[in-house]
Structures are given as structure tokens and as C-alpha cells.
């Protein structure tokens, strides 16, 4: 398996060269650095269709790479004067939509997400909370890029034609996921939100020694609770995932986590209680086997 996937993602890297100035891209490499910033490279001219994402977190916390496009319309100016303004939300939910990305993982981890991308301004942004529970995003952890060009009408066709596999899929509905029996180190994995409404997206998080999924949940209400109280340390780590998406959207994840046992999470915010998904029961146990 490892070779089929080595060769199948061989094929979403750089493409030839449109012109003699002019280098098209598919593959995106962000880095999370500090202080609180990233670095971005697209190798030329990123290109509208099926990106691959290498994100790599060389901070010293963890950190997560979200994508948003902004909406039509919006300058990055814009988006960046209403997510300091009195009312961030309307940058994060009104100028933009969610894009996939990846989500957190821990100091010196990576994660490689695929996701189609059309042509737009795009903002990758880091919302896990610093020690004093302010989100990266709110002190500057976030930077702009550019894709270009008129999406495939198949952005897909030359992964599936050279067999590129997957091992499974995770949709995420109703607070909930619906998962495969077990997940493996190293597979590929398809993300869905097929809710009718919410924004949703798929941390992977390892359970420390003992911790239950049950624990994870009470975890995530002691969190969340208001007044707010102390929940204690987390009954888990970060260990990557696929980043939010609007329903009917999706993207594929590199599961990049030792085998155990496993939480499949959401942290989107509810668009009615404020309280994120998890610490509404939007989580759930899986297995992760050696590859």
C-alpha cells in the first residue's frame, strides 16, 4: 500500500511549466513558525483543482492550518479590518467561507490534507487558543494566498484513474460521525460534512493512559461551561485531521498518528449556543492500527 500511495501522491505534485515565466502549481506548503505566524510557499502560480497541503508545525505550541476563502467581492483589507473590528465573526463567517485546511497538531507534527480549491484569495489561520484563551488567529496568526485559474470540471479524474486509494470515509452529520470500524496509520482518509446546516470539521485526538471517551466528553462541557471553571488538563493530545468545511463540502487527510485509541472531535462553534460542537457530544471513539 505504501508504494501505490507514495506513487499516487507523486501525481499531485508540481505540474510543468505553462509558460517560460510562468510555473503552475498544485502543492501548498505552510509551516507554522513563531512568533504566532506562518510561511507559506505555493511553488508559482497555485492552481484552481485538487491541492495538496503539507502543513508542518515547527512552533512550540500546537497549531492548526484552516482555510478560508474569502467570499467575492472581499479584499483581504476588508476581511482583516472586520476581524479587528467590534464583531469578528462577520470576517470568519461573513467575508469568508470555510475551505478545509488542517486542523492542530502538536509542536514538530505535519499533517497532508487534499482539498479542490477554486480560483480566489484564500486565508490560512490558526484558531487554538494561546495560554490566556485568546485564538492565535486574534493575535495576527494568519496570512493571505492566491489561487488561480478555472477548476476541472473533474478535479479528481487523474487520482482516481491512477487508482489513488483511500481507506475510508468520516461524514460528520447531526453532532455526530459516522466512521469507519478502525482507522490506519499512514492511510488516507476522505472527510465529508453532510449535515444539512453546520460547518463541520475532524480533529483526531489520542487518549492519554486511562482516559475514556466519556471523560473526553465532560472534558469538553468543563470547558465550555459559563462561568467558565477550570476542566483540568485534556484527556487528550492533537493528532491532526481534516479542517472545516460547509455542508455538502469535503477533502481527504493523511492519518499521521501512532496507533491507540482515538477521538474524532469538532470545535466549530454553534451558530445558536456559541458552545462548540464537542462540548455538544460531537465526539467519538475510533482505533488507530500500526500501518
Keep these: 500500500m505504501a508504494a501505490t500511495l507514495a506513487a499516487a501522491m507523486a501525481l499531485l505534485g508540481v505540474a510543468a511549466p505553462a509558460s517560460a515565466s510562468v510555473v503552475r502549481s498544485q502543492t501548498l506548503d505552510i509551516t507554522a513558525v513563531e512568533p504566532l505566524t506562518y510561511t507559506i510557499d505555493t511553488h508559482g502560480q497555485l492552481t484552481a483543482g485538487l491541492v495538496h497541503l503539507r502543513f508542518v508545525n515547527r512552533g512550540t505550541a500546537a497549531h492548526q492550518a484552516q482555510l478560508l476563502r474569502l467570499n467575492d467581492g472581499v479584499t483581504f483589507a476588508k476581511w482583516q479590518a472586520d476581524l479587528r473590528g467590534p464583531d469578528p465573526n462577520v470576517a470568519v463567517f ?41 485564538q492565535h488567529i486574534f493575535l495576527g496568526m494568519y496570512k493571505p494566498f492566491d489561487v488561480r485559474g478555472a477548476t476541472p470540471r473533474d478535479p479528481v479524474a487523474r487520482e482516481r484513474h491512477a487508482g489513488w486509494p483511500w481507506f475510508g470515509t468520516i461524514r460528520a452529520h447531526d453532532l455526530t460521525y459516522t466512521m469507519p470500524r478502525y482507522l490506519v496509520d499512514g492511510s488516507v482518509i476522505r472527510f465529508e460534512d453532510t449535515d444539512a446546516s453546520d460547518i463541520h470539521e475532524v480533529n483526531l485526538g489520542k487518549l492519554a493512559p486511562g482516559k475514556t471517551v466519556a471523560d473526553a466528553k465532560a472534558w469538553f462541557v468543563a ?21 472545516a468545511e460547509p455542508p455538502g463540502h469535503g477533502g481527504w487527510f493523511q492519518v499521521e498518528a501512532d496507533p491507540g485509541r482515538y477521538i474524532a472531535f469538532c470545535l466549530v462553534p454553534d451558530d445558536k449556543t456559541g458552545l462548540p460542537h464537542a462540548a455538544m457530544g460531537m465526539v467519538v471513539g475510533v482505533t488507530v492500527l500500526p500501518g
Design 94 to 134: 461573513g467575508d469568508a467561507t470555510t475551505a478545509g485546511g488542517a486542523t492542530p497538531v502538536l509542536p514538530g507534527g505535519r499533517e497532508d490534507v487534499w482539498d479542490v480549491l477554486r480560483a480566489g484569495t484564500y486565508v490560512v489561520a490558526c484558531f487554538v487558543p494561546g495560554p490566556n484563551g485568546v
Design 223 to 243: 470547558a465550555s461551561a459559563n462561568p467558565p471553571r477550570d476542566p483540568g488538563p485534556a484527556p487528550f493530545t492533537f493528532a491532526g485531521g481534516h479542517g
